[in-house]
């Protein structure tokens, strides 16, 4: 009899240079986390930076934290003291130069990582989490957590922490975690007052530090993962790193004590991470294309801009209509791109282009579908009803970077483009560049460097066009593979 599956587990595997974090749901990956010592997450980092440059006509400022890029800091994300919160809408915000001048220190936090050519995104409202609570040191008040959906137990953790803040007297806001359903006054108070520490810490830290340097950076990954992804839900936390487990093992004793029984050390000879094929699975969230069990299959192309998904119902020809077959392809497709959309971590704008469906309720179901599917994403995310023109967009909080960007570069033949100059295209290429040779020096024959595939094709469908070259110039060609020559790479020497 096989061993029940775990509802959710978390494993942590742990490598010198790099760790890695898996959530799982039913034995099947959901989300996946990378951090790598030369390439630490900047996210939730707070900085004493200073003010680079003032733009009044986008509303925000540049400040240089001592990283490659200056961050960007919005007027809406800088606080005020006598508002103390930030305006929603951009008219209502005053002048940025009323707020900031070049030259200023200010204390900023980074709310999301560098992303592409794009320096961090930058606020003042800076805010400390912890296990149930997010400290706002600079704001006011109590709020509770969406996910937190029992009236009653809202209003006792609404009630129990503005009492905790009122007898306190300490200024500052709480924002109440969803893990904190269910705890003890006593579990939510300790937490306050370990957040209320740590706050008085980095003020005191950001007094002494220069400017351009951090003054408080996150938990690392395998000890941030029993903070922010640990729920009811998760049974196990597997950890491959004797030392990790122990340094868990230790923030657990202190912060955690209810999920330290959930820690295990993972001692058997087959890596963690081939456990339910999780290696293969991050392999397959790197491809464009996913194969859906039906036959049909979905193409994910990730832009600057946005992320487009299309579905297809490819080879699937299991049901009695075209429509039937549509309906139930696409309803597979929404449960596929819900956990593709986390494990991928795409963030920003999504546009899915589902199959045409005819019947309004094939579309309201297959719409519904995909909401419940999103229903345990971490990230906050929006869903718009289906457009016009059959496209459901949506958007999805983009905090760090996607696992593309962090496991791939840019391919270094096509720099990115995802395709490259066919055969034919480069033997043009080759006609053009030999006659505007000819037209500019004297030589004796020509020599031309190129791929084998590009040789062949020379020798072979356009060797009339060669010829009639050869008689344009006057001048022999002669034709040289080069192994080591790109398809869409060539050299013409003149000899």
């Known amino acids: 009899m096989s061993e029940q599956l775990p509802k959710e587990e978390i494993l942590v595997n742990v490598t010198p240079r790099e760790v890695r974090a898996a959530l799982l749901e039913n034995g099947v990956l959901q989300e996946v986390y990378v951090e790598r010592a030369a390439r630490r997450g900047l996210n939730s980092n707070i900085y004493k930076g200073r003010v680079s440059r003032v733009l009044p006509g986008m509303q925000a400022a540049f400040v240089d934290i001592g990283l490659e890029r200056t961050g960007f800091l919005h007027a809406s994300d800088i606080f005020r003291q006598n508002v103390g919160e930030p305006s929603v809408e951009a008219r209502e915000l005053p002048d940025i130069r009323e707020l900031v001048r070049e030259g200023a220190e200010v204390l900023v936090q980074v709310v999301k990582e560098p992303l592409g050519n794009k320096g961090a995104r930058l606020t003042t409202f800076i805010t400390l989490p912890s296990r149930y609570l997010v400290l706002l040191p600079n704001g006011a008040g109590v709020g509770v957590s969406a996910r937190i959906e029992d009236a009653a137990e809202r209003d006792r953790l609404r009630q129990t922490l503005e009492n905790i803040l009122a007898a306190d007297g300490r200024p500052g806001g709480v924002i109440v975690r969803t893990a904190a359903e269910g705890a003890s006054e006593e579990s939510l108070k300790a937490d306050l007052e370990f957040l209320q520490k740590l706050a008085s810490a980095v003020q005191d830290q950001c007094r002494k530090a220069p400017v351009k340097t951090v003054i408080h950076e996150d938990l690392p990954l395998p000890v941030r993962v029993l903070r922010d992804l640990v729920t009811s839900d998760v049974e196990r936390i597997l950890v491959d790193s004797e030392a990790d487990f122990h340094q868990m093992k230790s923030f657990t004793a202190r912060f955690l004590p209810e999920i330290e029984p959930m820690l295990e050390l993972y001692t058997r000879q087959r890596p963690i991470f081939d456990l339910h094929g999780i290696e293969d699975e991050i392999k397959k969230a790197l491809d464009r294309s996913i194969h859906l069990k039906s036959g049909g299959y979905i193409i994910f192309d990730q832009t600057e801009a946005m992320t487009t998904v299309d579905v297809n119902t490819g080879g699937y020809v299991g049901h009695r209509n075209l429509e039937e077959t549509i309906f139930r392809t696409n309803l597979e497709a929404a449960v596929t791109i ?104 004297k030589f004796d024959e020509i020599l031309v460097l190129a791929h084998q595939d590009i040789i062949e094709l020379l020798l072979a469908d356009e060797s009339n066009g060669l010829a009639e070259i050869e008689a344009q110039t006057g001048k022999a060609i002669r034709l040289q593979p080069e192994s080591l020559y790109l398809r869409d790479q060539f050299d013409v020497v003149l000899i």
């Open 338 to 441: 819900a956990r593709q959309l986390r494990l991928r971590n795409l963030g920003g704008i999504i546009i899915i282009d589902f199959i045409d469906m005819e019947e309004d309720e094939h579309r309201r179901r297959v719409m519904q579908v995909l909401e419940q599917s999103m229903v345990r994403d971490h990230a906050r995310h929006q869903i718009t009803p289906v457009s016009p023109l059959g496209l459901v967009e949506m958007t999805r909080k983009r905090t760090r970077e996607s696992l593309q960007h962090i496991l791939c570069e840019d391919c270094p033949n096509c720099n990115g483009r995802g395709f490259v100059m066919t055969p034919a295209t480069v033997c043009f290429e080759i006609f053009r560049e030999i006659i505007r040779q000819h037209r500019q020096f």
